[in-house]
């Protein structure tokens, strides 16, 4: 998750690929001194940690980070399940645990047990053989405006109220980390009769967002006072709007946990500098710029900025089982 400098209007979010010294969108001949990583748009946003993290990486290495953006992650991920192993990429950076079984199952990462892999947080491993190395974290949450609602929702049954009706900004589980992460979340509260509950949520949705960026991007722009996001959202505004106007609606049945993670392509061109970025992720150098630009937390123990002192956290950290295609195709024919 990254936030966008929202000031400025949504056209910004198309305009994400604009390249630094250090960071370059094409597809080219790659260098023995280059590491080429995809990753989601707002990663290597000009307010993500993507320009930062590759301007120290290459002044601790010499070598260069080349960012290509393919979208949220499960773009990214469709895109290297599509190219296989002629993919280009070295490093996959932004799946997360909703997305590990199809990367793991499709052969095309290798085992790399990164420097500074022992400090991971115990609790956010997801693969022991580290084809998936964790380098942030969060938990999904519904962030609302609190000048508008006065009284927010406090479980998902109540997101169903008519008071909430056009009111919420969600993301498609078929494109998006997060979307896929509520759906997730739905099934693992609802069960089988998750498909009543959407029925029932219908109404409340104000639109469904192909990605994070451009949904929470229409909510500080006003379109809608609820949004899917993460309980790390607030401290974002009080850091540069220096304003709490922005809040979590906790919820009584727990919210889900969000790991994200970075990979070594087996089939990559430039393994040796891969494996040095992968190092470089787990160090204090990388894990410092997340929470300022991610808007996540680290994975491994560095001091936190003061404005994550109003991002709370839920007692009840879920882990929920990743929605099967069948539960996304009948989730799609459902919301059409």
């Known amino acids: 998750m990254v936030f966008l400098n929202l000031s400025k209007p949504l056209l910004a979010v198309f305009l994400l690929s604009a390249v630094s010294a250090f960071s370059l969108g094409s597809e080219e001949k790659v260098p023995v001194n280059e590491v080429v990583v995809w990753t989601y748009d707002s990663f290597n946003s000009e307010w993500g940690p993507g320009p930062a993290a590759a301007k120290r990486f290459f002044e ?14 499960g773009a990214v991920l469709s895109r290297l399940l599509l190219e296989g192993a002629s993919a280009s990429a070295d490093v996959i950076v932004g799946l997360d645990q909703n997305y590990a079984e199809k990367a793991l199952n499709s052969g095309l990462l290798e085992s790399y047990k990164p420097a500074g892999a022992e400090k991971i947080f115990p609790e956010l491993a997801l693969d022991t053989s580290f084809r998936l190395i964790p380098f942030d974290y969060s938990y999904f949450s519904v962030v609302y405006d609190s000048d508008k609602i006065p ?11 008519p008071d909430y009706a056009k009111k919420l900004i969600l993301m498609d589980p ?5 979307g896929l992460g509520f ?4 099934k693992a509260v609802y069960g089988e009769d998750w498909r009543a509950y959407w029925r029932r949520l219908s109404p409340s949705i104000l639109t469904i967002a192909e990605g994070w960026d451009t949904g929470y991007g229409l909510f500080t722009a006003g379109e809608a006072p609820l949004v899917l996001s993460y309980t790390t959202s607030p401290g974002y505004h009080l850091e540069y709007e220096e304003t ?19 990979g070594l392509l087996a089939n990559a061109k430039n393994k040796d500098a891969a494996k040095k970025f992968l190092d470089f992720m787990l160090s204090e150098q990388f894990q410092e710029i997340i929470p300022l630009t991610n808007w996540t937390y680290p994975v491994i123990d560095v001091p936190l900025p003061d404005s994550f002192r109003i991002n709370p956290k839920s007692d009840k950290p879920l882990s929920p089982t990743p929605p099967s295609q069948a539960d996304l195709d009948e989730w799609a024919a459902l919301m059409r």
Do not use: M
């Not at 601790?60 to 992650?73: E, F, K, L, M, N």
């Not at 759906?183 to 739905?186: D, E, G, H, I, R």
């Not at 709490?244 to 970075?262: C, N, S, W």
């Open 151 to 161: 009284s927010p929702p406090r479980t998902l049954e109540d997101l169903t109220s």
């Open 60 to 73: 601790q290495t010499g070598i260069a980070v080349r960012w290509v953006s393919h979208g949220d992650a």
């Open 174 to 178: 078929r494109t998006s980390s997060p």
């Open 244 to 262: 709490e106007r922005y809040k979590v609606a906790l919820f009584t049945e727990g919210h889900p946990l969000q790991i994200e993670t970075a």
């Open 183 to 186: 759906f997730a979340w739905t």
